[in-house]
């Protein structure tokens, strides 16, 4: 559903990698006909990150500019961990603000694990998609993704995370990542339902039967 990034050791874009993985991803792009193609930065920890945005934004406008043809839009996913240079929602901004076009997407369970950073500066009127997960009682920077749990049974302020964003007029769409391999080997449907009532619980709609 998405495509990372990479930087060489010298902080410069794989640019080869990026033109071997993107053509395949823009194709099921077109079978699905999908709106958007997530973009990730890179895990990669000791570098420069200055040079790891500007690298982000070229790699960002090459994508934008190869899926205009598909009429598929990018959305940019910052990522809390410790080894990802662009971490924060500020971060992600600094990215994003020199690539027109791209738009954004902030995951809970990202922006738990950067700090529960402010979103002051953070482009909401360029929001694709909030992801909506929580996570156990243990160090933000140690969080990965078999950690999330679903919305309301961790500690992420989740409600406070929700209201910022409605204040600033985002209305969705919300979306819910059950990456935990405990939830994989539970009955799909019991898992999907009971992520649904969680989540309209969340954003205060009402649980439909």
């Known amino acids: 559903n998405g495509i990372q990034l990479q930087l060489r050791s ?3 874009l794989d640019r080869e990698r990026l033109d ?3 053509p395949p991803r823009l194709e099921i792009c077109r079978a699905l006909g999908a709106a958007y193609l997530l973009v990730v930065p890179p895990r990669t920890s000791g570098v420069d990150r200055k040079q790891a945005a500007a690298t982000m934004q070229e790699g960002l406008a090459i994508a934008r500019d190869r899926a205009a043809d598909d009429h598929v839009r990018i959305a940019f ?3 809390g961990f410790a080894d990802c240079p662009i971490d924060t929602p500020a971060r992600s901004a600094e990215v994003v ?3 027109p076009g791209v738009e954004v997407v902030l995951d809970s369970c990202h922006w738990h694990a950067g700090g529960s950073a402010s979103l002051d500066g953070f482009p909401v009127d360029r929001l694709a998609m909030v992801h909506l997960n929580d996570a156990p009682a243990k160090p933000p920077r ?3 993704d078999a950690d999330r749990l679903l919305p309301g049974r961790g500690v992420i302020r989740l409600a406070e995370l929700v209201a910022e964003l409605r204040g600033r007029g985002y209305a969705g769409p919300w979306s819910l990542e059950t990456f935990n391999p405990a939830y994989w080997s539970e009955e799909p449907v019991a898992i999907a339902t009971d992520g649904i009532r969680l989540v309209r ?3 205060g709609l009402s649980v439909r039967g």
Do not use: K, N, P, Q
């Open 97 to 99: 603000a020199e690539v």
């Open 10 to 12: 010298d902080g410069t």
């Open 77 to 79: 996913e910052f990522l």
């Open 20 to 22: 071997e993985e993107l």
């Open 201 to 203: 619980e969340l954003l």
């Open 142 to 144: 140690e969080i990965e």
